[in-house]
């Protein structure tokens, strides 16, 4: 273990190749600083909860064919899977004044303020550049946003990395700490994901900046402009109150560059991903399997992220992009995924007794996965319900029966309990795998993220042309996740190996896990 700053180091011995280390503080800070870096989580994630709530519907409006939407999130699990690596290794070895963590998060929170502003107003930039308003598609608008799409996921990658790490620092090794800024950072990733749809589901918010509505942009966009300018603000100031408020720790010039000289090759940030894929082939079995149950059960997931909100205005309310049902079914899939966050902060606090309760978190997985199977089965008949009303009578068209708004409301509900688990079971038995073989948790929490990123972007690439396949619309995708659901629980049950109830415990309490 290397000495702490604090600590004169001997001048007879070499010098570590780990030598970024001793920046971390010897002693863990106070509770109320990590409670403040913790805090730029709910600003992260109220974008983030735009992102999965609005953006879909948004890029329709913009021309996109729905049977094209899903590729502009291929940006998500690439960025994930390349930015935050890389973040993550220059991070360790910054050599700012300002520390080696604060000048990412400062630069993640203006990166992300300048991408929310190019998605805003990439309807009125368009047509300022020349769209033809009276087509079907803005060719410029639609650039404009996928450049601030793909800044944005970037931005948020490069915050996030930063953050945790900073949280680590803090915390300096004392693991009763380092659960509590967890719990901290899961607590504000909460608040923002409530924060953010409910702000989506408000279709009265845009009048709080009555600038926003312009010929370009209707009042949907208006609303996503506004709820993005909240999301600015939010992000800005928490991050300033924790830039100012929290001092970073700061790597010296002289440390960095031994470590280069005597990293043998380690000093080089494409290094980390080769260490990465390197690991795959010292990986044993039990995480082998977890590998492949995570990679089934995101095929499951995903589509749901892409388009729950879209499901809303198409199916349910019978709306077309830029008419005022569909925007109200956009809107009351928000309140729908609000719903599903508050369940989701609930749950996360009961997977340890629920997995004591049903012999082990591993069968835990696997029943909730079942119950993830049968919610997207259940989209079928509130689709065909809501259809059946409209034929019947077509003044139904955007205000589906009060049985069907909360037979939706209830899946959205529902759908946060195998979530919650979804969150933390698999890293936790990612920690316990890694620890019974001898792996190395960081590099085994790594490997297990390449499980949930490739799945992402095989979802992104093939969904919507699926969905084209069998007559448009978003059944085709949910249905792919039900059976995905349905094979990923019994691959959990058949494959994975049962954990000793003591490292469920342990690994239980420190794993915290999320999509990004």
Known sequence: MEPPASTKPDDTKKP????VEPAIPAQPSPLRKMFAVASIAAGIQFGWALQLSLLTPYVQLLGVPHAWASFIWLCGPISGLVVQPIVGYYSDRCTSRFGRRRPFILGGALFVAIAVF??????????????????????????????????LDVANNMLQGPCRAFLADLAAGDQKKTRLANGFFSFFMAVGNVLGYAAGSYKKLHKIFPFTE???????????????????????????????????????????????????????????????????????????????????????????????????????????????????????????????AVVLGFMSLAVEPLGRMVGGVKRLWAIVNFVLAVGFGMTVVITKVAEHQRRLDPAAVGHPSHGVNAASLVFFGVLGVPLAITFSV???????????????????????????????????????????????????????????????????????????????????????????
């Open 118 to 151: 190019l998605i805003g107003y990439a309807a009125d930039i368009g047509h300022a550049s020349g769209d033809d308003l009276t087509k079907p598609t803005r060719p410029r608008a639609v650039a404009i946003f996928v450049i601030g799409f793909w800044i």
């Open 214 to 340: 312009t010929k370009a942009c209707d009042v949907f966009c208006a609303n996503l402009k506004s709820c993005f300018f909240f999301s600015i603000l939010l992000l800005l100031v928490l991050s300033t109150v924790a830039l100012v408020y929290v001092k970073d720790v700061r790597v010296e010039k002289k440390a960095a560059a031994a470590e280069e000289e005597e990293g043998e090759g380690e000093g080089h940030p494409g290094m980390c991903f080769f260490q990465m894929f390197g690991a795959l082939k010292e990986l044993k079995r039990p995480m082998w399997m977890l590998m492949a149950v995570t990679a089934v059960n995101w095929v499951a997931w995903f589509p749901y992220f892409l388009f729950d909100t879209d499901w809303m205005g198409r199916e349910i309310y019978g709306g077309k992009p830029g008419k005022e049902a569909y925007d109200a079914g956009v809107r009351a899939g928000s309140l729908g995924l609000m719903i599903n």
């Open 426 to 516: 698999p890293f936790a038995l990612a920690s316990i795998y890694s620890s019974t073989s001898g792996a190395g948790q960081g590099l085994s929490l790594g490997v297990l993220n390449l499980a949930i990123v490739v799945p992402q972007m095989l979802v992104s690439a093939l969904s919507s042309p699926w969905d084209s396949l069998f007559g448009g619309g978003n059944l085709p995708a949910f249905m792919v996740g039900a059976v995905a659901a349905a094979l990923s629980a019994i691959m959990a049950i058949i494959l994975l190996p049962t954990p000793k109830p003591a490292d469920e415990a342990k690994a239980a309490s420190m794993a915290v896990g999320g999509f990004h």
């Open 16 to 19: 570590s190749t780990l030598s």
